[in-house]
């Protein structure tokens, strides 16, 4: 009984000890396993951030891209009125100039007009002095006062400004310099003005005309004397 016993208790302290060996092997197995799970938490929090910062760059990015797409437009539309606003300012500058040059070209005209009458008064007072000095003998104290009173006249002109070729000159450096924008609208001023210098130019010839007709008139009385 005393044996049965012994061998009994003997069984159960291998028992014992085996379940404490087993039992330190599970404790082993555990905390490894607990060290595996730690190592992959802790990799996962690593990931975790790692995604986290490249979601912020992303959503960083995207606002970004969202806000130069917004900008771009606007941009756009800030270019546009600016290329627009160079344009008017352009087109209102050589509007200008131009209607400049063609007061500055009907200046000219009537400028030419006067000298080239100066030079038709001055060709009749010629005319008539040599037509004085060919019936000079005759009729002397009669032609000595009509010579000299176209000698006075002849003075007269010949004090009074402008050079025919000068102004002829700078009228044709207006035509030549005409302004290039705003063609079609600077085509019609040009046609309009055209039409003003060209009745202007009739009136001064008609006015030059009617001067030539007093002139030759002033200069036969001594021949019909």
């Given at each position: ?197 060209a009745s202007g130019r009739e009136n001064d010839e008609a006015a030059e005309g009617g001067n030539g007709c007093e002139i030759e008139d002033e200069g036969s009385a001594p021949r019909s004397a």
């Amino acid at each position: 009984m005393l044996s049965d016993c012994g061998s009994e208790i003997e069984r159960s302290t291998r028992g014992l000890a085996e379940s404490r060996e087993a039992l330190k092997q599970a404790e082993a197995a555990l905390k490894s396993t607990e060290a595996a799970r730690a190592a992959e938490l802790s990799q996962l929090e690593v990931w975790v951030s790692d995604l986290e910062r490249d979601l912020g760059k992303s959503a960083s990015a995207l606002f970004k891209l969202k806000k130069e797409k917004k900008s771009k437009p606007s941009e756009v539309r800030r270019l546009q009125r600016e290329i627009q606003n160079r344009e008017e300012s352009r087109t209102v500058v050589s509007r200008d100039d131009f209607h400049a040059r063609l007061k500055r070209m009907a200046v000219l005209f009537d400028s030419l007009m006067a000298v080239h009458e100066k030079d038709l008064a001055l060709a009749s007072v010629e005319g008539s002095m040599n037509e004085i000095h060919l019936l000079k003998g005759d009729m002397v104290p009669t032609l000595d006062s009509e010579e000299t009173r176209l000698l006075s006249r002849k003075e007269e002109l010949n004090a009074s400004d402008g050079d025919y070729d000068s102004i002829l000159s700078q009228l044709q450096f207006e035509c030549t310099l005409t302004p290039c924008s705003g063609k079609t609208e600077g085509d019609g001023l040009v046609a309009e003005e055209g039409g003003d210098v060209a009745s202007g130019r009739e009136n001064d010839e008609a006015a030059e005309g009617g001067n030539g007709c007093e002139i030759e008139d002033e200069g036969s009385a001594p021949r019909s004397a």
